[in-house]
């Protein structure tokens, strides 16, 4: 990559995020705006404060609320405003155009159900993470981070009937499936792609953005693999669907989970005590390494697209 293309790559991206910046401060402000509208609570102080024991079922409306309209604003608005600048047809540029085929399709739900006992696995060797005694500051501040977020993502999973299980789908698996395919690997995959050349190398460094964006250190490793899934889909097929589709049904099956483990039904995704047996960990990376290569291969047959 020579110098010019580097300066182009760097100001993209710093487009890429000024607008994300400015668009996640506007509509933070309308978030809390409508939060305080409708249901009379300052939003903002009541996340900041982090005491969820005992919240009321207003307050976790409210939550759910401002993450929706913080959602949308950031990452879909900003996604079209992006493709906009960098190409006039922005369903083009972010993929959304062409639709894949119905083997593909089909392919989302299998790969994700044979994946999630890996990933799974992985979350549990992540958590047993331990840094180097001259990190541990840093350990502690991310562990502090972490157990913020679990509580709030705790908060927003309370659900005490089916309207609710309705509008965590909504909320906590559609519009970020929609919002951060949009963003990660409709901007920012074309993004790296058009400078690097590099399709493979590309996905890696947008999934660690991905990853990044969560902010979630002790689920990092999953949470590439994730991404890096993802990105296999849009090389695949061409489109960004796919990678919607299965970033949605990952996101549903964490929400299903809590409700029915809510219920009284314990699986191992939802337990924090259980651990997933080692042969179906074993299983699981076989199957889904076959899997991804079966249609690696069928795609480059299908289209006559390398994929590097």
Known sequence: MNSQNIFKLISRLLIAFGILFINLFLFTALAQFVCQAVYHINISNYIGAGNFIGARTNEIHATRLFFAIYSIGTFVFSSFILALIFKQKPTEYLGLNTFPKAIYLAIVPLLLLVSLPLLSWLVEMNNQLVFPQFLSGLEKQLKIMEDQNNKLYSLMLGMNG??????NIVVMALIPAIGEELFCRGVLLNVVYDYSGKFLKSVVVVAVIF?????????????????????????????????????????????LGNFYYQKGFKNLLTDDKAHMPIILTILSFIITIALITWVNKFSKQSTGITHE
């Open 211 to 255: 990853t990044l964006f969560h902010m979630q250190f002790y689920k990092f490793v999953p949470m590439m693999v994730l991404a890096v899934i993802l990105g296999f889909f849009i090389n695949w097929t061409q489109s960004i669907w796919a990678s919607i589709l299965f970033h949605f049904l990952n996101n549903t099956a964490a929400v």
């Open 162 to 167: 089916y309207s609710d299980l309705f509008i």
